[in-house]
């Protein structure tokens, strides 16, 4: 199962609720209380948001965190990335990959493909549609091309007659 870790999901809420009231200075205790999460937590969180560079933090009476760029111009990747490290499905689908089968096992090109995939999906989702209180609108359109797991189109079994397929007449 694809999962994200808990501290990757409250990065979300925290960063959603701070998007619907992106002029306003979010104090950590208050943020724990409106999204009903513990203060240390919050914290622990808004720390590592912000030294991803998604939120700014001030000291002092008016201080507190904001956004660092407008919520349209944070993806879901971003987020992630900022709690998880980069969005890969296996150890050989990102850049920093270190997997002693690559070469041998077969699957790591489409591994990868899958990655970029879900990356340019979850690129494509902003925090401003995380922070709305409507649902996203479906269906959405995957940034994936159709591929062939054939290198040549002749071994293609579906431009084959019923009968080359093995299916009796």
Known sequence: MLKLSRMTDYAAVVMARIAREPDSAHAAIDLAESVQLPHPTVSKTLKALVRAGLL??????????????????????????????????????????????????????????VSRAIGELLGSVTLAHLASTSPLRMPVQLPIQAISLYSDDSRDLRSQPPAARGHKA
Not at 61 to 85: H, K, M, N, V
């Open 56 to 113: 700014e933090s001030r000291r002092g009476a008016q201080g507190g965190y904001r956004l660092a760029r407008p919520a349209s111009e944070i993806s879901a990747s971003d987020i992630i990335s900022a709690i998880e490290g980069p969005v890969a499905v296996t150890e050989c689908s990102h850049v920093d990959g270190d997997c002693e089968l690559v070469n041998t096992c077969g699957v790591a090109d489409n591994w990868q493909r």
